[in-house]
């Protein structure tokens, strides 16, 4: 078992439907990211969250520590969101930076 | 102001032949990231550089990866004796500050023969 589970693998999804990605971990925890992967494979920074919930325009990310369970959303879903969402788990001990990434959910939004 | 480059964008090198890959951070970043992708695989973590710390080596896969940073800026990382299983996208990313945001460079693709 993957120290860090994403789900779905792949989503597909129509133009203005609300998103959820979910992201469970196993290991102890300081931080977790969200990063998205353009289609490219440019690779951008979303969120970093160690409790509660974070919003940046039509992303939100939660995260709840005692379930070991982060989700992100997204509103209003656009072709432009489509790109590989990936979660990735930063150690909890002070000095070790080795994150643990998710494999990746797949997002496809058809106009 | 400039993201974070990485050189080349493309190699193609045959195995068993050493290659170099560099990063130039985000001027002003501490810490400094490598990180790798093979074909249908993951991100995998390699080292990690914060200032003038000890790097934390722990993901690097074998003895033929080695990383250095000099000056607190430019990284470069070096793959020694190539082999076909070290074909990837490797990533370089830095931080303004230990545990902060990182910012991702567009990578160098590798591709061993």
């Known amino acids: 078992k993957n120290e860090v589970e994403q789900s779905p693998q792949n989503l597909t999804a129509q133009e203005g439907e609300f998103i959820t990605i979910n992201c469970s971990y196993s290991?102890?925890?300081?931080?977790l990211h969200w990063l998205q992967q353009h289609p490219g494979g440019g690779i951008v920074s979303l969120f970093m969250?160690?409790?509660g919930k974070k919003k940046h325009g039509r992303l939100i990310a939660t995260i709840n520590i005692q379930e070991k369970h982060s989700s992100l959303h997204i509103t209003a879903s656009h072709p432009r969101d489509s790109a590989v969402y990936i979660c990735?788990?930063?150690?909890?001990?002070?000095?070790?930076?080795?994150?643990?990434f998710g494999t990746g959910t797949r997002l496809t939004i058809i106009p | 102001g400039a993201g974070v480059s990485q050189s080349p964008s493309n190699k193609v090198t045959e195995k068993g032949k050493d290659v170099e890959l560099r990063c130039d951070p985000i001027?002003?970043?501490?810490?400094l990231y490598w990180y790798r992708q093979s074909l249908g695989q993951g991100l995998e973590f390699l080292i990690y550089?914060?200032?003038?710390?000890?790097?934390?080596k722990s993901g690097l896969p074998s003895d033929r990866f080695s990383a250095e940073r000099t000056g607190g800026s430019v990284s470069t990382l070096t793959i020694q004796r190539t082999q076909q299983e070290d074909s990837a996208v490797y990533l370089c990313?830095?931080?303004?500050?230990?545990?902060?945001?990182?910012?991702f460079g567009p990578g160098t693709r590798l591709l061993v023969l």
């Open positions: 990735a788990a930063r150690p909890v001990n002070f000095g070790n930076e080795k994150l643990t």
């Open positions: 550089f914060q200032g003038n710390s000890a790097p934390d």
């Open positions: 290991v102890g925890i300081s931080a």
């Open positions: 990313a830095s931080s303004r500050e230990y545990r902060e945001t990182q910012y």
């Open positions: 969250l160690s409790s």
């Open positions: 001027s002003g970043h501490t810490a």
